[in-house]
């Protein structure tokens, strides 16, 4: 399988960096990434989160941020990132209210 980053998932880390007072971001955002490769060899890693437009979505751990992601054929599509002090339900409505998810934003 391929973990295909999406262009939401992409602005969240830009956020997060942006934002974020941790000194160490680009180690932590890298180790991130790798640990979202993992899915390319362990794709049913992340729990079952919820079911919207006939589509799964997952939802990985690492530290402190949750990582969506849903399966289509043989990609990972990772679609949003959240940090685990930032509103989870903000980022939920905007996942439902993806159009068709074949291609999200």
Known sequence: M???WEKTSIQDL????NHSKFSNINA???KMVSYV??????PLL???YLYTKGYIVRQLIYKK???FYYIEEDIIHIIAIIHHR??????IKFIKNIRKFG???
């Open 2 to 4: 391929v973990v295909r």
């Open 14 to 17: 830009k956020d997060f960096k």
């Open 28 to 30: 932590y955002i890298t």
């Open 37 to 42: 490769d993992n899915l390319a060899e362990q």
């Open 46 to 48: 992340g729990k079952l």
């Open 65 to 67: 941020h949750k990582i």
């Open 86 to 91: 930032q509103n989870v339900q903000e980022k």
């Open 103 to 105: 291609d999200v934003p």
